[in-house]
């Protein structure tokens, strides 16, 4: 078991050496979002989904001549006291008969051999094999859809993962800051206590609040090399020592990639739709159409009798027969008829339900921006006036704690913001027809 789990830690990690993504000092989302496509199990299976897709398309492309097919049989007939040995080889139209009977001695043995071809006229036309082909032309794009289906599912698992990079980061960096402002203020008020100017409830205010920061960072900090740790295993990107950008993006109009979300799996649907009535026109062909099947043997000289030359037709038909598999591929169709539909409206839904998010994170963004500055100017306007000696300092500290509370959620917002902007477009991308 050990050994097994060894194997398999050693795969994993050749896998990630050899699939890494290394970028240079700064990295952008954007990058991120585009090495995803190159570098992913997601791709890799996508190519071996091809692979049997292709393997599927050889196999009915070559439908008869997909081999040489044989087989032999012995009889013993009591009756006259002899043995009947039968074979049959054919490959594709092509066949060979050969028959003996065997008496008693070699020479009493009557063989047969009989060379001929046969043609199914229906299967000139249209075959199983070619309505098999014409469908793994939309197999093939929906494979193609499901394989975009996953890639943007880990695309937006990497923008969340990059806000909460940036969210932990932006958090450290504001609380170190204003931590070695609370530590050198705590040095003049506790000389400013030990003095008799300050109250101790002022101090243990400022003391606690030191500490208390002093906890937050510390699981920031852990929390932060655990998401470095996740961008390595769930992307194969290499974060270490490399500085995240801003959440940012290039201005463009979204409009157009609102109006595309949700499209590619209503062309799915239509894909599968095709799959159907192509299922349906094989049927119809198959049931309407008889089978009419014209060959062409030869029969070798035998036992005296010459050689003879034939030709035959042979036409088969069923009648009055009820196909359900025909009946119920129609009623298939006309399901797949209304949950298009059904997508489509619910599509419209859904497409205004993204314009609504959008407008309620950018208003959340332009609030708790005001407020975190508004937050901001009250804080620093209270220190003033602890210094001047018209607050106490737990008062200072009440604002202190609504300042960094507020700016952590402006930051928190702008990225989210942000954030969903790049959702839109992952979501939005024409990547269907």
Request: neutral net charge; hydrophobic residues 30%.
């Amino acid at each position: 078991m050990l050994k097994n789990n060894r194997f398999y830690l050693i795969k994993v990690l050749f896998f990630l050496m050899s699939s890494l993504v290394v970028y240079g000092e700064n990295i952008k989302l954007d990058e991120m979002l585009k090495s995803l496509e190159k570098n992913s199990y997601e791709k890799e299976i996508y190519d071996l989904e091809q692979e049997k897709i292709n393997s599927k398309e050889k196999f009915y492309k070559k439908d008869k001549y997909n081999g040489v097919k044989t087989s032999a049989s012995t009889n013993y007939d009591y009756e006259d006291e002899k043995f009947k040995n039968t074979g049959e080889v054919s490959y594709g139209d092509f066949y060979l008969n050969v028959s003996k009977d065997k008496i008693k001695y070699p020479k009493d043995a009557d063989t047969e051999v009989v060379v001929g071809i046969n043609k199914s006229l229906k299967d000139m036309f249209y075959s199983k094999s070619d309505s098999e082909i014409k469908k793994l032309k939309n197999i093939r794009k929906t494979a193609e859809y499901s394989y975009y289906d996953e890639i943007e599912i880990k695309k937006l698992d990497l923008i969340n993962l990059y806000e909460s990079y940036k969210n932990n980061e932006f958090e450290i960096k504001l609380k170190s800051n204003n931590l070695k402002r609370l530590k050198s203020e705590e040095k003049i008020l506790k000389k400013s206590y030990e003095l008799g100017s300050t109250p101790k409830i002022d101090l243990d205010t400022l003391q606690t609040n030191r500490k208390n920061l002093e906890i937050e960072l510390k699981y920031l900090k852990e929390n932060l090399l655990k998401i470095k740790d996740r961008f390595l295993y769930e992307f194969s990107i290499d974060i270490s020592n490399k500085e995240l950008l801003d959440i940012e993006f290039d201005k463009k109009d979204i409009s157009n990639f609102i109006s595309n979300i949700g499209e590619r799996n209503i062309s799915r649907l239509g894909l599968e739709k095709e799959i159907t009535k192509e299922n349906i026109n094989y049927l119809k062909y198959n049931n309407k159409i008889p089978e009419v099947l014209i060959g062409v043997e030869h029969q070798k000289e035998n036992n005296g009798k010459p050689d003879e030359n034939r030709m035959y037709l042979k036409v088969s038909k069923d009648l009055f027969y009820y196909d359900v598999d025909l009946e119920n591929e129609k009623i298939s169709l006309n399901q797949q008829e209304k949950n298009i539909l059904k997508e489509k409206e619910k599509n419209i839904s859904k497409k205004l339900e993204v314009e609504e998010r959008y407008n309620t994170l950018y208003k959340n963004y332009l609030v708790c921006k005001n407020r975190a500055d508004l937050e901001k100017n009250k804080y620093e306007i209270m220190n003033l006036k602890y210094k001047l000696g018209n607050v106490t300092y737990v008062e200072v500290m009440d604002v202190f704690n609504d300042y960094l509370n507020y700016e952590v959620a402006s930051e928190k917002a702008k990225n989210l913001f942000n954030g969903y902007i790049y959702e839109i477009l992952v979501r939005g991308e024409k990547n269907y027809e």
